[in-house]
């Protein structure tokens, strides 16, 4: 197994005078200068990128590759640092003995049954209709991921991880894309079958304390959710103790949110740092707490979340530590490695929160560093998302401000 990555920064190919050159003139150059073909491509790109052209000329030069990404929230970042929104970033894994599979099926009226439809035809691409996939890679428009992740298991159950994440913009505005083989979506679910012929890391976990752990310390702000708003699938809070939710929470978390109150409006970046949490029973038994990730607020008071709620439950405000996300990815990246310590680990793709792009970008620097650090000199790339997926305890769930790390070994 070989891998090779590639960025095409926001600079790169520029005409004269300044103007950005075609992406396609850009991303051809960058690819004349890797020497192996691969079996799987991820692709990943800031929101204003055409995802077709993209797309379009990663199929057109691997017709046979399992090519799957979209556009991720700010820019991406690689083994070399922070790249912006105008980026482009290319992992590509050659793998001849492996068996990659890929589809998207549009959301349409019923996402669970999109995403066992594109597993289907994601396992048929990959010649293995029989059998379980090391691994389920998933990528998808952001709102519906509890829904996908229940159709994928009532296929595969928790017998093999399912990662991914929900394609993100710099405003939730929904610029968000997701491209599969030489197509671009916008209301979709990308789907991959990974069968690779060496093992994988994976790892996953929360970029907040205490993420999906144990949570008996989280007693802080809070309250009980009292009334949901119908039809919005348990995402968008109307009260909480009988107050309107939006205020409550903006007063939690210090008045920080009152240019919104009169007018609305996306919240992800402001509230990246005081996410909210549910507890809910692990599957131990034991409470275990849920990031949910404020994202808009209403002119009417409503507060609508990433991930999805139910009403009756108690809500807590929590606060994140913004050196400890790098910290985290660095454990997540080392925890993937460590399944794989007999191997020799060639690449790296990660998912991260698009939320830390957007409100610690300047700590983000150093990721790089601490990634070099748990993975060595090896091509990596991530893309930060409006939700990701992954297993806890050997349960595939969905989160909010979560980090994800898939690692090949050869």
């Known amino acids: 197994m070989r891998a090779a990555s590639i960025t095409v920064d926001e600079a790169s190919g520029t005409e004269s005078g300044g103007a950005p050159g075609p992406v396609r003139d ?30 379009r000329t990663l199929h057109e030069r691997y017709p ?23 980026s482009i970033g290319v992992l590509m894994v050659s793998d001849p003995q492996g068996d990659f599979g890929v589809a998207a099926r549009p959301l349409g009226d019923d996402p669970a049954a999109a995403a066992q439809d ?45 990662i991914g994440g929900s394609s993100g913009d710099r405003t939730l505005s929904g610029k968000w894309s997701q491209i599969c083989g030489g197509e671009a979506m916008s209301e979709a679910v990308v789907v991959c079958a990974l069968f690779p012929s060496q093992m994988l890391g994976i790892g996953f976990q929360g970029t907040s304390e205490p993420g999906f752990a144990n949570c008996e310390e989280l007693r802080g702000a809070g309250g009980r959710i009292t009334r949901i708003e119908e039809g919005a699938r ?30 609305g409006g996306s919240i992800i970046a402001e509230s990246s740092m005081t996410p909210l949490a549910v507890l809910r029973g692990g599957e131990d038994g034991s409470p275990r707490c849920c990031l949910v990730h404020p994202c808009r607020l209403r002119p009417d008071g409503a507060l609508t ?10 809500i807590y405000c929590v606060r994140r530590d913004p050196q400890l996300l790098i910290r985290r990815a660095g454990r997540v990246s080392q925890q993937a490695a460590q399944q794989i310590a007999e191997t020799q680990p060639v690449a790296a793709l990660l998912t991260l929160c698009g939320a830390a792009n957007m409100a610690s970008k300047d700590r983000l620097s150093g990721l790089s560093e601490t990634l070099k650090e748990q993975l060595g000199d090896l091509p990596i790339l991530t893309c930060f998302t409006f939700g990701e997926q992954g297993p806890v305890l050997g349960v595939n769930k969905h989160g909010n401000l979560m980090i994800s790390a898939v690692v090949f070994g050869c």
Do not use: M
Not at 26 to 47: C, H, K, R, T, W
Not at 65 to 86: K, R, V, Y
Not at 305 to 314: F, I, K, S
């Open 305 to 314: 979340t990433l991930a999805d709620v139910v009403e009756g439950e108690d």
């Open 26 to 55: 850009n991303l051809q150059s960058a690819l004349n200068g890797v020497a192996l073909i691969p079996d799987i491509i991820f692709a990943f790109y800031g929101e204003d990128h055409d995802g077709t052209e993209i797309a």
């Open 234 to 263: 348990g995402r968008t809070i109307l009260e909480i103790d009988g107050k309107p939710a939006g205020p409550l929470y903006n007063s939690w978390i210090g008045g920080t949110l009152a240019p919104f109150l009169e007018t």
């Open 64 to 86: 046979h590759a399992a090519i799957l990404g979209g556009s991720s929230t700010g820019g991406i970042l690689d083994q070399d640092g922070l790249h912006g929104p105008g």
């Open 118 to 162: 594109a597993l289907h035809a994601a396992l048929l691409a990959a010649d293995c209709t029989s059998e379980l996939p090391d691994l389920i890679w998933t990528f998808q428009t952001p709102g519906h991921e509890e829904e996908i992740l229940s159709g994928l298991k009532q296929i595969v159950g928790d017998r093999c991880p399912i």
